[in-house]
């Protein structure tokens, strides 16, 4: 990581990222309004942020999808188990559970991940933030430029 080449004061970039923790995308949106003019560190920084916290919640979406989908297909699987019983269903389970169960756990896994990611990579960045080093977030689609 290199060391960043001016002599402004960080602060308002290590507040911003500690308050995406909270308050997530709208910290890094209100704090690039602010300093895009002023201070192009911190409205670097904030949109880094910004780029981070979509990549985040776009793949928080895809793994609550699937794991929605997945929960949805196994109770249908469980209620066609049940009525088998009963002679209302003749088939008894429903193909595919494997594969659901597995979309289950991937889906879990990454939610778990997000999770991780969205808590330890504010923190980390406000750390190296206030040691004036150029910080790059990981897992990040760079959508602003």
């Given at each position: 990581?290199?060391k960043?080449?001016?002599?402004?004061?960080?602060s308002?970039?290590?507040?911003?990222?500690?308050l995406?923790?909270?308050?997530?995308?709208?910290?890094?949106?209100?704090?690039w309004?602010?300093?895009r003019?002023?201070?192009?560190?911190?409205?670097?920084q904030?949109?880094k942020?910004m780029?981070?916290q979509?990549?985040?919640f776009?793949?928080?979406?895809?793994?609550?999808?699937?794991?929605?989908?997945?929960?949805?297909f196994?109770?249908h699987s469980?209620?066609?188990?049940?009525?088998?019983?009963i002679?209302?269903?003749?088939n008894?389970?429903?193909?595919?559970?494997?594969?659901?169960y597995?979309?289950l756990?991937?889906?879990?896994a990454?939610?778990?991940?997000?999770?991780?990611?969205?808590?330890?990579?504010?923190?980390?960045a406000?750390?190296?933030i206030?040691k004036?080093?150029?910080?790059?977030?990981p897992?990040?689609?760079?959508?602003?430029?």
């Amino acid at each position: 990581m290199e060391k960043i080449t001016t002599d402004d004061d960080t602060s308002p970039a290590v507040w911003m990222a500690i308050l995406s923790i909270f308050i997530g995308f709208w910290s890094s949106f209100l704090f690039w309004l602010v300093y895009r003019g002023r201070d192009s560190y911190v409205a670097n920084q904030s949109k880094k942020m910004m780029n981070f916290q979509i990549s985040m919640f776009t793949l928080g979406v895809i793994s609550l999808y699937m794991i929605v989908h997945a929960r949805l297909f196994l109770l249908h699987s469980l209620i066609a188990f049940l009525l088998s019983f009963i002679g209302v269903h003749e088939n008894g389970y429903l193909h595919g559970e494997a594969f659901m169960y597995a979309l289950l756990a991937i889906g879990l896994a990454i939610q778990a991940c997000v999770w991780v990611f969205y808590l330890l990579v504010p923190i980390i960045a406000a750390i190296n933030i206030h040691k004036k080093k150029e910080f790059n977030y990981p897992l990040t689609f760079h959508i602003l430029r």
